[in-house]
């Protein structure tokens, strides 16, 4: 019997069409998502259950990744993630195209979503990558409240008054955690990374109605809990942009993200990680060589890279923006 190895590991794109969703996964990125009428996300690596990422190349292919987890266990996701999360992989990686706006929601945190859905809460960041002009975003409150002074706004129709409106351009970095009301605004296309969850609760969808007419499920009694009601003074995440070097974009307590931004190749030392590492493309292209296999990585591309794989070498004759993520 032919022993099974571990690569760097490619999925196909499962393509999700939405009411707000758009073109632009096709014109941009190059994915064909046909017979859909538009794309509003691709889930490019997934484990949340009725949406497993399958490999799609090698001879792992047709693998999904909780039967890989469960054959490789730390070799693929490190002892500590494993520990604490078996066969469930913990992250989601996503590109978002919002032709319209998204609705105004909420994301519940760990405590609340495993209370309610047996599910993990949904901390994600957003990496903007290509914005039309004049593309805002919702990040927050724009002051502090509370959920009786928040009611009051939602039932009278003005809940977008005490919304924090973030004009948006390509390079902008979000970190949203669990509690922070947020929507993705017209105009944009992103790399979104979060947490495991497809837990989301609709507070407010301009009305909106689908072909049939219908408007979509709100859940504001659900939401009154999940939101945090406090101002921050910088919803924008804050980041030194540099070229040929690791910018650290998002350190937090699910997950990390480095910009690496290089003109030229580049070796990555992974040996204190216990983690997996996912390369998230959003610009360029370059060649993955690690655990003796090459494999190509461009724009709307993520490959995982084995806990067991300690060094990473990134080739490229055109230079690459990548999105480098692992658990910390």
């Given at each position: 019997?032919t022993k099974k190895f ?101 994301h519940p945190n760990d ?218």
């Amino acid at each position: 019997m032919t022993k099974k190895f571990l690569y760097p590991l490619k999925f196909d794109t499962i393509f999700k069409d939405k009411i707000w969703g758009g073109q632009k996964i096709n014109t941009i990125l190059g994915k064909d998502f046909s017979p859909l009428p538009n794309c509003g996300e691709t889930w490019e690596i997934s484990g949340v259950p009725g949406n497993l990422s399958k490999i799609s190349e090698g001879p792992l292919k047709g693998w999904t990744l909780p039967e890989l987890i469960e054959e490789f266990k730390e070799e693929l996701v490190g002892k500590k993630v494993f520990e604490q999360y078996g066969t469930e992989f913990p992250l989601l990686v996503k590109f978002i195209d919002a032709a319209q706006d998204l609705s105004i929601q909420v994301h519940p945190n760990d405590k609340l979503a495993k209370a309610r859905h047996n599910s993990l809460g949904k901390s994600e960041m957003w990496y903007i990558f290509q914005a039309d002009e004049d593309a805002k975003l919702i990040s927050g409150f724009n002051k502090d409240t509370n959920q009786q002074e928040y009611l009051e706004y939602l039932e009278s129709g003005r809940l977008t008054e005490i919304l924090n409106e973030e004009e948006v351009n390509a390079g902008d970095c979000f970190y949203l955690p669990a509690g922070r009301v947020h929507t993705i605004g017209k105009g944009l296309l992103l790399a979104e990374i979060q947490q495991s969850s497809d837990v989301t609760y609709r507070i407010y969808d301009f009305d909106r109605t689908d072909d049939q007419g219908n408007k979509r499920e709100l859940h504001n009694e659900q939401a009154l809990d999940a939101l945090d009601y406090k101002h921050y003074s910088e919803y924008k995440t804050p980041y030194k942009k540099a070229l040929n070097e690791a910018v650290p974009l998002v350190k937090s307590q699910y997950f990390q993200t480095n910009l690496l931004e290089f003109t030229t190749g580049i070796i990555r030392e992974h040996y204190r990680k216990d983690s997996f590492v996912i390369y998230t493309c959003v610009q360029g292209e370059a060649q993955i060589e690690c655990m003796g296999q090459t494999t190509k990585i461009s724009m709307g591309n993520a490959v995982l890279i084995p806990q067991k794989a300690p060094e990473i070498h990134l080739r490229t004759n055109s230079g690459f923006k990548m999105l480098e993520t692992f658990m910390p």
